[in-house]
């Protein structure tokens, strides 16, 4: 194990850890936007910047993809540090100027909202790759990824068009950190504007109610053979009332 100081606390890397992580488990908060624990670190936000010294100098990196595993000091509200997360707000604010969770950071580390222009007052994306890392690593299809280049850069299905492999699970919306993936149900259809995409939805035969996608439970059985007939709620109740039988049995 390393030795981690961290803001004056002491503590150890484990196997495995970064520092985002240790500076968690000891109670220490930094700003991760593009982080997830489902997936692989990622580094793309920026916010999670913090000083690092060793062996006499110092130098910036990201919490989330600096391994623990070396003997280090590390500062996470030096003056160093906060400007460096100012000006990464900033810039990020020119990207999404109504992401929410930004605007809260800017007024904790004072940066300034309007500093950058912003060419898309409604863009609420930062590009920070959740959503494509979670519809790759976890759910499994890649239903969306990264286009372009540059300013022009964003996310999307290919050509911008109905996904032929979206299972409409929703795992992207869930993961999104600044709300800007759109998931809106009505009648039996699931509509996922921000992709372009319209999935099925399967109605529960106990409450009739339409609760998930019918090619979301269909993966769910193939890949790892689980069977969801009922929703989530009336399978509760169900759950509630054979225990209760149990209970009461002699």
């Known amino acids: 194990m390393a030795k981690i100081i961290i803001d004056g606390i002491e503590t150890e890397g484990r196997e495995g850890e970064t520092i985002l992580d240790v ?23 920026r916010l999670c910047v913090v000083e690092v010294i060793d062996r006499g100098g110092s130098r910036m990196t990201t919490a989330c993809t600096y391994p623990a595993i070396w003997d280090v000091e590390v ?19 020119g990207r999404a100027p109504k992401a929410r969770r930004l605007l809260e950071l800017a007024e904790e580390y004072g940066a300034q909202p309007d500093r950058f222009a912003a060419e898309d007052p ?33 996310v999307g299905t290919p050509l911008k068009i109905q996904s032929e ?14 709300d800007a993936i759109k998931i809106e149900d009505e009648g039996d259809t699931r509509t996922i504007a921000t992709w372009n995409t319209q999935v099925k939805l399967t109605r529960c035969p106990s409450c009739g109610r339409f609760f998930a996608p019918e090619v979301q439970l269909e993966r769910l059985r193939e890949k790892v053979s689980v069977e969801c007939t009922v929703c989530p709620e009336c399978a509760a109740r169900e759950a509630a009332t054979k225990l209760a039988l149990l209970r009461t049995s002699p």
């Open 23 to 45: 500076a968690r488990r000891v109670g220490i908060d930094i700003p991760a936007l593009c982080h997830h624990p489902a997936v692989e670190p990622y580094g793309a936000c």
């Open 75 to 93: 500062k996470t509200q030096s003056e160093k540090v906060r400007e460096a997360r100012r000006v990464v707000i900033e810039l990020l604010l």
């Open 122 to 154: 409604d863009n609420r994306c930062i590009l920070c790759g959740l959503c494509v890392r979670v519809c790759d690593e976890v759910v499994g299809v890649s239903a969306i990824g990264f286009q372009d280049r540059g300013v022009n850069r964003d």
């Open 165 to 178: 492999v979206c299972i409409g699970c929703g795992a992207c919306a869930a993961v999104c950190p600044t």
